[in-house]
């Protein structure tokens, strides 16, 4: 048996000739998304899928190229598909801020008595570092990691040997020490910084510092639209492309 990830997206935040970085994972059970930024819809309407063939979501953290475009996948789900609600794999702290500060400007409508993310997404609240399986061979461990300053944030490990870091600063004892020797994981989608220095993203040249037997797992996302010409400059480490699939051992 197989997973399959396939990239969405892989730009920036600002990125103008990538989709926002967002993966879709897919198993013989389930298929789903890792965040779901404001060109995501786009992303998936240019593979002719629709929102009612996704069977869930996981989330990362609340930036607009990571959650911007949930408001119209629940939307569409529900006046257009009979108030069907995606499930939505998230924590707690993520959850809330999630209603009150990002969707609840547009969503909240007291009127027909929707007024909170249950009342749009079947909600199921992931438990930080514990392994859940969300559906049948798909696994997610969602691990706290360091973006913006007192930012929930999290980084993902996918049935527990592929390491997915959303947006995450440089942290090289998470890379070598946790994510390589202790879980041995052999892929790794990694964010990167082109240019400039590294405050709130790995950039380049730090990821650049790693072993080898490090570099050779990882698949840069999250670059900006300069990234043609950083082809060749990357080490033993691999751009990988917007709709690139990768097929990996269960
Ligand atoms: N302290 C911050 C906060 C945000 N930013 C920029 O805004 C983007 C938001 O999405 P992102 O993908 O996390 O990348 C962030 C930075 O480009 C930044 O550069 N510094
Ligand atoms: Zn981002
Ligand atoms: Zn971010």
Redesign the pocket.
Same mark, same amino acid.
């Given at each position: 048996m197989s997973l399959q990830i396939q990239m969405l997206g892989t730009g920036? +935040?600002?990125a103008k000739t990538f989709y926002n970085t967002s993966a879709m994972v897919t198993n013989e059970h389930a298929r789903i998304l890792i965040d779901c930024g404001f060109t995501t819809p786009k992303s998936l309407h240019k593979l002719g899928i629709t929102p009612d063939q996704i069977d869930g979501i996981v989330i990362s953290h609340i !930036? +607009? *190229?990571h959650v911007g475009g949930l408001e119209e996948i629940a939307f569409r789900l529900f006046y257009q598909h009979n108030k069907k609600r995606i499930k939505l794999f998230i924590t707690e702290p993520l959850a809330f801020i999630l209603w009150e500060n990002t969707l609840k400007g547009g969503m909240n409508n007291p009127e027909d008595g929707y007024i909170s993310l249950d009342d749009y997404f079947d909600v199921i609240l992931l438990e930080e570092n514990k392994p859940t399986e969300i559906f049948r061979g798909l696994t997610i461990e969602i691990l706290p990691t360091q !973006? /913006?300053l007192r930012k929930t944030s999290y980084s993902l490990f996918i049935n527990s040997r592929i390491f997915y870091s959303a *947006?995450i600063r440089f942290n090289e004892q998470l890379l070598i020490h946790e994510v390589v020797q202790k879980r041995n994981c052999h892929t790794i989608l990694h964010d990167c910084q082109l240019s400039g220095t590294g405050? /709130? !993203?790995a950039t380049l040249e730090e990821l650049l510092t790693l072993p080898d037997d490090v570099q050779k797992r990882i698949f840069l996302m !999250?670059y900006d639209d300069k990234m043609p010409a950083y082809i060749g400059q990357t080490g033993s480490m691999t751009f990988i492309e917007q709709y690139q699939i990768l097929t990996l051992p269960e």
């Open positions: 920036s +935040a600002f !930036h +607009a *190229d !973006h /913006i *947006d405050v /709130i !993203h !999250h």
